[in-house]
C-alpha cells in the first residue's frame, strides 16, 4: 500500500515563503498524478495545484496562481509545493493526494478524484 507523508509546514509571516514536501512509498510514484489541496477550521477541502505524472502539465487555483508552483522529482517520489507572498488567508491544513489512474489532459481539481492522501501539514501565515 502506497503511503504518502507530508512535511515542511510551519509558521511564518504574511508576505514570506514555504515549501512543502509530499513523499511516497511504492514504485509506482511516478505513474501518478498529484495534487496539493488545503482545508481551513469550518471549510472544507479546497483544490490547490496539480500536476501530471511527469510533471510536464501543472494547473492550479486562481487564488494561488502566480504565488505557488507546484513539482515533483519521480527520482525521490516527491512532490513539492512552493508557496510565496504568503497570506493569512492560506493558513490551513495542507494535504497532498494521488490519482492512482491517472488520464493526461484532464485537471484533477476535486478532493474525490484523488485516491490516496497524505496526514496533512499544518500551514499558519501571520499578519
Known amino acids: 500500500q502506497v503511503q504518502l507523508v507530508e512535511s515542511g509546514g510551519g509558521l511564518v509571516q504574511a508576505g514570506g515563503s514555504l515549501r512543502l514536501s509530499c513523499t511516497a512509498s511504492?514504485?509506482?510514484?511516478?505513474?501518478?498524478?498529484m495534487g496539493w489541496f488545503r482545508q481551513a477550521p469550518g471549510k472544507e477541502r479546497e483544490f490547490v495545484a496539480a500536476i501530471s505524472w511527469n510533471g510536464g502539465s501543472t494547473y492550479y487555483a486562481d487564488v494561488v496562481k502566480g504565488r505557488f508552483t507546484i513539482s515533483r522529482d519521480n527520482a525521490k517520489n516527491t512532490v513539492y509545493l512552493h508557496m510565496s507572498s504568503l497570506k493569512p488567508e492560506d493558513t490551513a491544513v495542507y494535504y497532498c493526494g494521488a490519482v492512482v489512474n491517472y488520464r493526461a489532459s484532464y485537471h484533477y481539481t476535486v478532493a474525490h478524484e484523488y485516491d490516496l492522501w497524505g496526514q496533512g501539514t499544518q500551514v499558519t501565515v501571520s499578519s
Open positions: 511504492g514504485r509506482t510514484f511516478s505513474l501518478y498524478g
